[in-house]
């Protein structure tokens, strides 16, 4: 069943997403050479304590950190902790999440660590946030779910290929509904699979977490013995966006971007719905 909302209650999810939206900002900013994972967990901590928001990633099926930090070829859930030093020239995925008054949100951003990157890097991760907003225009009434992954597919498969041959769209992890709960119906991959067919119907009140999550070579991954830290099978580096939406009456509002997804969503044509706070 996939959960829909009201009004008040994606007021309460902006609110949340809001608190998300600082705690990127926070631990983006101290991702410096020198720094432990376990730093910018407690960063995370700290920013969710001031805005009297809870974690929804601490304890969650056990998992002990409030963000998940991703590091070069890890995809995904990689677990803070004090061995884990970031190093000039790495790459992070910071995914992030805050529950205000017992509504959720979940947003994820690639960072630089240091300088000196190679090309091909940031292209990875412009490639895999473009591909993002991609699925968030496609966020509209009438679509259905399949429209979000076909938008977010197609923009990746028309990009130009990296040295490594082509991007790995991860075939393992995806999206998913977001409410009063973290994760909820529907699951939504960011590539097409006909047999799943073309997914619920886009209706105002529908909510979802966009996150593509692409490699510089395989689409496939694996586990750690920690049985949370997600590795590419080949060891290429990865790159991991995500924001949560809302799609209302007015249009599709981006409940962990600042400004609602204004900026990007004109890019495409499409006004962002008014903010439920302002």
């Keep these: 069943m996939v959960e829909i909302k009201t009004p008040e209650q994606i007021a309460k999810m902006r609110a949340a997403g809001l608190v998300v939206a600082a705690m990127h900002q926070a631990c983006a900013a101290a991702a410096v050479p020198g720094a432990t994972t376990k730093d910018l967990d407690e960063i995370a901590a700290k920013v969710l304590a001031d805005h009297g928001a809870k974690p929804n990633f601490l304890g969650y099926g056990g998992f002990p950190g409030n963000i998940c930090t991703s590091v070069n070829d890890v995809v995904v859930h990689g677990i803070p902790d004090r061995e884990t030093v970031l190093r000039e ?14 509504w959720h949100a979940d ?5 630089f660590v240091g300088s ?6 940031h292209e990875l991760s412009r490639v895999t946030e473009e591909s993002m907003w991609a699925g968030i225009a496609a ?32 075939e393992d992890y995806g999206g998913h509904g977001i409410g009063s709960q973290m ?17 619920p119907k886009l209706v105002p009140g529908f909510c979802i977490a966009i996150e593509p999550m692409v490699s510089l070579g395989t689409p496939r991954t694996h586990v750690l013995a920690d049985e949370w830290t997600v590795k590419t099978d080949d060891g290429s580096w990865s790159s991991h966006w995500e924001h949560s939406v809302a799609l209302t ?30």
């Design 139 to 170: 966020v509209r009434k009438g679509n259905r779910l399949v429209d979000i992954s076909a938008a977010i597919e197609g923009y990746i498969r028309r990009q130009p290929r990296p040295a490594a041959g082509k991007y790995g769209i991860v």
């Design 183 to 199: 994760h909820m119906d529907p699951h939504l991959l960011n590539y097409v699979d006909r047999r799943r067919g073309r997914g």
């Design 107 to 111: 947003a994820a951003i690639t960072a």
């Design 249 to 278: 009456e007015d249009g599709p509002l981006v409940l962990t971007a600042p400004d609602g997804g204004r900026e990007k969503l004109a890019a495409y044509g499409i006004t962002a719905a008014p903010d439920p706070l302002d």
């Design 89 to 102: 020239g790495d790459v992070i995925s910071i995914d992030a999440g805050a529950i205000v008054d017992g």
């Design 116 to 121: 000196g990157h190679k090309a091909e890097l």
